[in-house]
């Protein structure tokens, strides 16, 4: 393994560099520490937010719309009001102020409908009552006067001439450049000249693709309590991703100056991009201040279904061209992204599926388009993966068929072809740091392959349980046909796009009972990812002490940022790590001043902190943290940003729009029962190079993590919406499958470690690239033993019997 | 309705209990024990696996009123459970004091605590088989349960035991790094 060095990266806001603390302190960075919440977690006494209690407190509910699309005429509310057990029933008449709408870029969502209503499941009015069933009981007798409205449900309907309009009137800044205004945003991509291109291609490979609609499925439901307080105000303890986002969002809602809502992150079971996005927020908020009591709300897996965003269901047409001694000449798609009834993130969605709807590969001619639609389907968003997921399933389906048509090895066509440092992406700008595609795809294809029929391995009788289906004890071997895939992928990591994507730490070091102690405090959302674990290894390594103490994430600190885009170990930890470098500094000046004349090494040597003393590079101790500080703390919040990005061109789609590139490979190995279409996935092989792994133990967890999420979309997730009615058919893990213990094989994982020079510590952001080729790996293993084309997932038992 | 039940060998009632309520809302919202945790609601996920006289169940599919006079082990009382294991007590009912039924629910002191851990609690931290951690109470019963019928599970064992509980995190490896550790970790002790 090709370990680069760690030293200091430059940090841009001039601090020391030269007194990074390498490693030399234990349970640092580097080092797989156990998590601090790992205790509370596992004896069920971690406080989830769904867990969350109080005196006096109500159960709050939330009515939905039943229809995808329809007008309000009328509600009714005398008879829920009038249950016993009921405090408050509201609806979109009762909101307090003249801001009734919230969103992450676009403020297009209602916190309630008003006269309209435009998916299946829409938030229509809230209860609150004395028991959660009193309230769900209250909410069934809203009577609620529906005028059922036409649906738009794809690009056909959404874009007609008189298709009905999602957002008639609608002013957001992409509004102007759209060509129609169901669409969301249209990011065009032109780079070198396509047309010449093709000229020259020996082979042209063009091919329709589409991916189904994922959902997060993170386990611990939306869920919060919010607590009335005595200044008018609101306290709001929630599981979500990022609390200054949601915090902007629903102040004004509330119309309550920011300083009066006071948020506090609870524990969070799992995000995935489902928690960027409002749920119930401002409902659980709204119905505690009118009631002057706390209010909790807590989804059930049905409703969560409907209080979450998902991932945009796709369709992509792909065009690729090459040369007969397999080198691409070009590559021409059109991804068509259904955002659903309101905007969400879908704008930012678009700006990632066009930019890295090449993948990791040197392509100097590209005509690419992404749009996002507005419909009446269940409205999309982040998702792991986020845009790049879509993409790589289609380019990496054309990769194989490509590789197939010039009689060459997948793998071998993919190295060829593959991106390293220097590369330009589509958009222009240069791929500035480790590349190492064509390395990743070397590794998987060189692991050990997993023995062949395994489900004899065991001796005399056949073992179901290694094989296709399983315990149902559907073959014992018979027909069952092994097949092996590769993919490999490209994402962004950070928030793209010009947008200003910093994160706040706040860092105090003391003394305490005569040993140093660092206070890390940051709004970071810990949504079971590691970040805290990793804040401490970075104050334990910068600051040379043994105890670091993790303060709750809430809004008295600036912003962290969102807990997405792979950002939080990059941005919050260099928050952090930035911090903790002025703490440092702050700290040799006290110790400068005091003991400064006694040993000419303040002055002149570097100086570094570790055990908790104050020692020169040459190892000499000059004194001790506790009596450099004394009863001083240093107590310090800083801003940090990462290398500003810049937005597309709206026509050219030119421009530096990400901060930094993240690359995962897969092999898959599968074995499929051909004549009943049952897929048994035997290993899933992961390479990433990640820069540098901070926590390896949590590295692989994301890695394994990540792989599994993207072999769920390859078989067997999607929330499947009526065409006629744009209605949820199966909002239940008993119809929306997730892979468990038995889907899930063998995740073999071989960690790069390239240095990206940008980064604090060289590290590269690590959980959604392996959600990106995991999917397609599984789909070109099925392609491999069946022959068929497979252009969509999930991909299905009845997609391989024909039946 | 007034339910009465032993939970982690105590004995314990709660109130006005509605005729609908599962196991799982009396446990978390009337008793004070959130461990058991609501992620479907429905039985698909096992993250409310808790025993009941012994068996491994989806407490969102009781009905409060079934467990009257019975006996439940939450994750709450899983360390002491399998302590009582340890200690020659292999079905876990043979009956707790009140000041030891007490102890679980103490604060741990921090993240460095491990004494008083169940082997398999200690193992999930140890093997990375937890993140956002919302599956792991269910997971944790549901691997104890394992661990005392079958000490020395194969990795096919391990699966099919644990297949009705979800996690969304982890992809799983770690969780099964966590079962094979704890089995190798309790068969050295003994």
């Known amino acids: ?803 | 309705m007034r339910v009465t039940f032993t939970v982690n060998g105590r004995e314990q009632s709660a109130d006005d209990v509605w005729e609908g309520e599962s196991l799982l809302y009396v446990l978390r919202e009337r008793l004070g024990l959130p461990g058991s945790k609501n992620a479907c609601e429905q039985g698909e996920c096992g993250s409310c696996t808790v025993r009941l006289d012994g068996l491994p169940v989806c407490a969102c599919l009781v009905a409060a009123g079934q467990v009257e006079g019975r006996e439940v082990v939450t994750v709450e009382g899983l360390a002491e459970h399998a302590r009582e294991r340890a200690a020659g007590c292999a079905t876990g009912a043979c009956g707790t004091g009140l000041d030891e039924a007490r102890k679980w629910a103490a604060r741990p002191s921090d993240g460095a605590a491990g004494g008083d851990l169940a082997p398999i609690q200690q193992a999930f931290i140890d093997a990375g088989a937890v993140q956002c951690g919302f599956c792991t109470p269910g997971l944790l019963v549901a691997a104890d349960e394992l661990l005392e019928r079958n000490p020395e599970p194969s990795d096919a064992d391990i699966r099919e035991a644990l297949s009705g509980n979800l996690c969304r995190c982890t992809g799983y490896e770690k969780i099964l790094d966590a079962v094979r550790l704890a089995a190798a970790r309790t068969g050295e002790a003994v």
């Not at chain 1, 009335?228 to 102040?251: F, K, N």
């Not at chain 1, 009943?676 to 899933?684: D, F, H, P, R, T």
Request: hydrophobic content about 40%.
């Open chain 1, 1 to 803: 393994m090709d370990h680069a060095p760690t030293r200091a990266m430059s940090a841009p806001a001039g601090t020391p560099v030269g007194l990074s603390q390498g490693s030399h302190t234990r349970g640092g960075v580097g080092e797989s520490t156990l998590r601090p919440d790992g205790t509370l977690k596992v004896t069920g006494e971690f406080a989830y937010a769904s867990d969350l209690w109080h005196e006096d407190m109500l159960w709050g509910c939330t009515l939905r719309s039943p229809h995808a699309h329809a007008e309000i005429r009328s509600i009714d509310v005398s008879e829920a009001l009038a249950q016993p057990g009921v405090h408050a029933v509201l609806t979109y008449d009762d909101l307090p102020c003249e801001v009734r709408h919230y969103g992450l870029e676009i403020q297009d969502t209602p916190a309630l409908a008003q006269g309209r209503v435009r998916y299946h499941g829409e938030p229509v009015a809230l209860v609150a009552a004395d028991h959660p069933e009193t309230a769900r009981r209250a909410a069934a007798k809203i009577r609620v006067d529906y005028a059922e409205l036409p649906v738009v449900t794809d690009e056909a309907s959404a874009t007609a001439e008189d298709a009905p309009l999602l957002h008639p009137g609608r002013e957001d800044h992409h509004a102007g450049h759209v060509p129609h205004p169901n669409i969301v945003h249209r990011q065009p991509i032109i780079r070198g000249d396509v047309a010449a291109a093709r000229e020259r291609a020996d082979v042209i490979v063009t091919g329709e693709y589409e991916v189904g609609m994922q959902d997060q499925a993170f386990l611990g439901p939306e869920s919060g309590l919010a607590v009335p307080a005595e200044d008018g105000g609101v306290d709001l303890y929630i599981a979500t991703q990022w609390l200054h986002s949601d915090l902007r969002q629903i102040a004004p809602v509330l119309g309550l100056p920011e300083e009066k809502v006071r948020m506090t992150l609870s524990g969070v079971g799992g995000a995935f991009g489902g928690r960027e996005d409002l749920s119930m927020q401002i409902h659980a908020c709204l119905l505690a201040l009118r009631t002057g009591r706390p209010v909790k709300m807590v989804y059930n897996r049905f409703e969560s279904f409907f209080g979450h965003v998902h991932r945009h269901p796709a369709k992509l047409h792909y065009e690729h061209g090459a040369t007969r001694d397999g080198k691409i000449t070009h590559m021409a798609c059109r991804i068509v992204l259904d955002g659903g009834a309101y905007a969400s993130s879908s704008p930012a969605v678009v700006g990632n599926a066009s930019s890295l709807s090449a993948g990791p590969y040197v392509i100097d001619n590209v005509d690419i388009e992404a749009i996002a639609l507005y419909t009446n389907n269940p409205p999309c968003g982040a998702m792991r993966g986020f845009g790049a997921v879509q993409a790589c399933f289609a380019y990496e389906a054309q990769m194989d068929r490509l590789a197939a048509e010039l009689d060459m090895d997948p793998v071998e066509f993919r190295q060829l072809n593959a991106m390293s440092q220097g590369a330009v992406m589509p958009t222009g700008q240069e791929v500035d740091a480790p590349a190492p595609v064509a390395e990743l795809l070397r590794r998987v294809k060189a692991m050990p392959m997993p023995p062949e029929k395994q489900w004899e391995a065991a001796g005399e009788a056949v073992d179901v349980r290694e094989l296709p289906g399983g315990l149902s004890n559907t073959t014992h071997g018979e027909g069952v046909v092994r097949g092996v895939g590769y993919a490999v992928g490209i994402k962004n990591v950070g928030f793209s796009e010009g947008f200003d994507d910093y994160s706040t730490a706040r860092v105090r070091l003391e003394v305490v009972g005569g040993e140093p102690v660092a206070v890390v405090h940051t709004a970071m959302a810990e949504v079971g990812q590691g970040g805290i674990t990793v804040h401490a290894q970075i104050a334990r390594t910068e600051l040379g002490v043994a105890r670091v103490i993790i303060d709750p994430a809430d809004t008295r600190v600036g912003s962290a940022g969102s807990t997405s885009a792979s950002r939080q170990t990059y941005v919050t930890g260099g928050a952090v790590k930035h911090t903790c470098e002025a703490v440092r500094e702050k700290v040799l000046e006290l110790g400068r001043a005091r003991f400064g004349t006694y040993h000419p090494a303040w002055a002149t040597a570097e100086l570094l902190l570790e055990g908790g003393k104050v020692v020169t590079d040459g190892g000499e101790v000059l004194a001790d943290l506790a009596e450099v500080l004394q009863d001083e703390a240093v107590d310090i919040e800083r801003e940090w940003r990462h290398r500003p990005t810049v937005a597309f061109d709206r026509h050219t789609g030119q421009g530096d729009g990400h901060v930094q590139y993240s690359f995962a490979a897969h092999r898959a190995v599968v074995e499929v029962d051909t004549e009943l279409g049952m897929v048994k996935v035997i290993e899933l092989a992961c390479a990433q190079d990640v820069g540098k792994a901070v926590n390896p133990l949590s590295v692989a967890g994301q890695i394994q993590g990540g792989t599994t999420q993207g072999l769920g979309l390859a078989l067997m997730e999607e929330i499947v919406v009526d065409p006629e009615t744009a209605k949820v058919r199966n909002p239940s893990f008993t119809d929306y499958l997730i892979p468990t213990i038995l889907d899930t094989p063998s995740i073999p994982v071989d960690v790069l470690e390239l240095a990206d020079e940008h980064a604090p510590y060289g590290l590269r952001g690590v959980g959604e690239a392996p959600t990106l080729s995991s999917t397609p790996a599984v789909v070109a293993a099925i392609r491999q033993a069946t022959g068929l084309a497979l252009n969509r997932v999930p991909v299905r038992p009845e997609h391989l019997t024909g039946t």
